[in-house]
Nanobody, 118 residues
């Protein structure tokens, strides 16, 4: 059974930081491209950042310079370090895993709420 479990969301003031974690089980972690998406109320889900072994990282323009995606393969975990948070970063953040050899194998976590507000 494949599971993606996110943690680390919460309420933070503008300018603050949060680190999201997504721990996976049931997949061969190194064969998946891992990503973070977010969905704000009334908006479509959008890519924030993704990372694949050997293929580097991709960031949304809104995340460049503020967010960093990384992995810890020994723990089958992907992180999203978010700094200089803004109210417009408020959303539910979802972890995503896509098999590198077939996008038909795509998995999602349950989501974690991030709220940036004073």
């Amino acid at each position: 059974q494949v599971r993606l479990v996110e943690s680390g969301g919460g309420l933070v003031q503008p300018g603050g930081s949060l680190r999201l974690s997504c721990t996976t089980s049931g997949i061969i972690f190194s064969t998946f491209t891992m990503g973070w998406f977010r969905q704000a109320p009334g908006k479509e889900r959008e890519l924030v950042a993704s990372i694949a072994n050997g293929d580097g990282t991709v960031y949304a323009d809104s995340a460049k310079g503020r967010f960093t995606i990384s992995t810890e393969n020994a723990k089958n975990t992907v992180y999203l370090q978010m700094n200089s948070l803004k109210p417009e970063d408020t959303a539910v953040y979802y972890c995503n895993a896509v098999y590198r050899y077939s996008r038909a194998l795509t998995y999602w976590g349950q989501g974690t709420q991030v709220t940036v507000s004073s």
